[in-house]
């Protein structure tokens, strides 16, 4: 009996000396920081699964906190340190002006590519010179000029679209989920500007769309806060981010687009055209090949259907912002693809959006754009500077926190930041590129790395949103029924949202 309780004592003293013993190390080098506390390290409410907060929350409350008395502070996830990043002007000198120094994204640490095949090559998760070859074969099929060229197809969904919710309407359903309305239309655009195939996102049971709903790994919370308070787990027991069965289905869909592309003896000018051509010029391999289809489908259907559903909900719940957004749609004379790039409220309603919501929205509809801040890696050593004179030396393999939601909400720069306010952007100091410079508005990242599929983002969200008001008048539906429509999204998990739509006559 001693020896067990010997034995309790001494595991117990153990994981609480392993758990605690890096503490000071923001301490050491004089950096300024919440006191972290066993296991929960300075985020107490997200490592206890707190039901009233999360991450996001967190991480503002200790923005707010420490803003404006240093330039970044030392926080600890769970036993790990981090620096994060206070001051705008800063962030911005991460993303540019030592970009050498903190050139890769912290996630690629816990991809590997064994069990992601398809997600390790990704730009975004790639590292050193990799993914830059990577970004230099694949920025071409993004930018303006081919973007538009996608527009006929992306103008095509949206009329399938309109036709898919009189469908509804016509039937006696016009509760339909906004996830179920952004998840389709970008489904359709994306599987035809991407493999030159019809998704038949619309159908009642859509192959592509069904498939892309399972796209992401289910890993158990306890599993992910084991794996890193433990990281040798991970590399003993590494997980997987994108499930098999979406790899084996995706690599399987880009084969049958090739031969389909190749037996027909098809040429267009369009996105696999352009992964054909590298795969021969390279000699790739299918799953390398493959991959680099992946980096457009990532881009342009988890993230833009998030964003667009987000879209769609503040326009329902302010009816004010989409009665004017109709006026403005309706008294343009064209829809064309440069239509809507002269559209300044359209663009003010975009931008309202991606910068995300408050703490004090209504939980029936608060699905902010941004699930998560950046996490960088420092490179190459480098000193920074903090508001004392403090010089801190910032050495090889820190983590670094670009808290986007944070600023994005900070009142020193937005009025009123919980509010839906697209007007925000119409005047001078809202100007987008203006706020881009200054380190508070980065929807899509910053500098080298900055997201390659925004253009192709926009342009669909843009379109939907246009559609949308020019043929429907929609508002949220209130109901404590969880909508009966397609789901299984990562970041779409919390948009339950419902609206009820009417035909404009």
Known sequence: MVTFLFGI????????????WNFDYWKRRGVVGPRPRPYVGTFPKTALMDKNSNYISETSEIFRKYYRKHRFIGIFEYREPKLMILDPALTVDIYV????????????ETVFAKQDPLFKPNPFIATGSEWKERRTDLAPAFTMLRVKGMYPVIEDSCQRLVSYINDLIESGQSIIASKNIACRVTANSLCSNMYGLDAKAFDDHSDFVENSLRMFEQVPTFRTILWTIFPVLNKLFPNRSVSKEFN???IGLYKMAVELRSKNNIQRDDYLNLLMDLQKKKNMSVTSSAANAFVFFLDGFETTSYILGSAINELAKNKNCQEKLRAEVKSSKSRGFDDLNQLPYLDAVVNGNLMGRGRKVKKTTRVSPFPFPIWKTCTENIELTDLDGRVVLIEKGTKIILPTTAMHQHPDYYHDPDKFNPERFTTGAGDPKTLKDAGVFNPFGNGPRICMGMRWAICNIKAVLCTLVDNFEFSVRVTEEKPSTITGMLFFSNNTTQLEFKRLQ
Do not use: P, Q, R, V
Request: aromatic share 38%; glycine share 4%.
């Open 248 to 250: 084996e289905w995706f």
């Open 97 to 108: 002006k030592y970009f050498k120094h903190f050139a890769d994204n912290t996630m690629s």
């Open 9 to 20: 004592f001494f595991f117990g003293l153990s994981l609480y000396l392993y758990l605690t």
